[in-house]
C-alpha cells in the first residue's frame, strides 16, 4: 500500500479506529448493565459485539501502520456517549451503529477510493455490511423487549438455560431454571444454536 501520510484517509481510518475502540468500551460497559438487570442474553450480545468491534478497530490500525509505519495520529471527531438502562443503551447502540454504516463508513469509502486507496476502501465497504447487522441485531432486542417478547413467544421454541444448558419447550422460557435454579434471563431461543 502507498503512503497514507498527509492523506484526507489516514485522518478518516484514525477516526475509525478510534470510534471502534470507543464502541467496544461502550458496548462493554452496557453488556455489564444488562447482566446487572439479569438480561443475560443481551449482555452476551453487548459483549460479542464489543469483540467485533475491536476486531474492526484491529482492521484500521492495521491499514494505519500499513501507511504511515510509527506515527502518532490525531483524531478530531465527535463520539456519542449515551448510558442508561438496557432499553436506552440499546437504542443507542443501534443509533451509533446506523451513523457508521449509513454515514461515516460511505464516506471514509468514497474518500479512500478517490485517494487510490482500493484495500481501505474495501475494508471500510466489509465493515458496512457488519454494522448493518449489528444495527438490526438491537433493534430486535430492543423491539423484543418493549413488546415483552424476549422470554415470550406466539409458537412453541426451545429455550436453553445459558448457565446450566438445561433444555425447555414452549412458547415462554421458565421463570426458573428447572436444573440450576437460575432467573429467566439466563434463557434464550435456541434457533441458531447447534448442539
Not at 489516514?10 to 447482566?35: H, I, V, W
Not at 477510493?113 to 441485531?137: D, N
Not at 429455550?159 to 436444573?179: L, S
Amino acid at each position: 500500500m502507498k503512503s497514507l501520510q498527509g492523506t484526507k484517509t489516514a485522518d478518516n481510518l484514525a477516526k475509525a479506529f478510534a470510534g471502534e475502540s470507543q464502541a467496544r468500551n461502550r458496548y462493554t460497559y452496557y453488556g455489564r448493565k444488562a447482566d446487572k438487570e439479569g438480561y443475560k442474553k443481551i449482555a452476551a450480545v453487548f459483549l460479542e459485539v464489543a469483540d467485533n468491534e475491536r476486531a474492526h478497530a484491529k482492521v484500521f490500525f492495521d491499514l494505519l501502520v500499513r501507511g504511515l509505519g510509527k506515527a502518532h495520529i490525531k483524531v478530531d471527531a465527535e463520539y456519542p456517549i449515551g448510558y442508561g438502562d438496557t432499553e436506552q443503551n440499546l437504542q443507542y447502540a443501534a443509533e451509533g451503529e446506523k451513523e457508521e454504516w449509513g454515514t461515516l463508513y460511505p464516506n471514509f469509502a468514497d474518500q479512500a477510493k478517490e485517494e487510490g486507496f482500493s484495500e481501505v476502501e474495501s475494508a471500510f465497504r466489509e465493515i458496512i455490511k457488519i454494522e448493518t447487522s449489528h444495527e438490526q441485531i438491537y433493534i430486535n432486542l430492543l423491539n423484543n423487549l418493549k413488546s415483552g417478547t424476549l422470554y415470550k413467544r406466539n409458537t412453541t421454541k426451545k429455550w436453553r438455560c445459558r448457565n446450566c444448558g438445561y433444555i425447555f419447550e414452549g412458547t415462554e422460557a421458565p421463570k426458573v431454571c428447572p436444573a440450576c435454579k437460575h432467573p429467566q434471563g439466563y434463557f434464550e431461543i435456541m434457533d441458531n444454536i447447534e448442539l
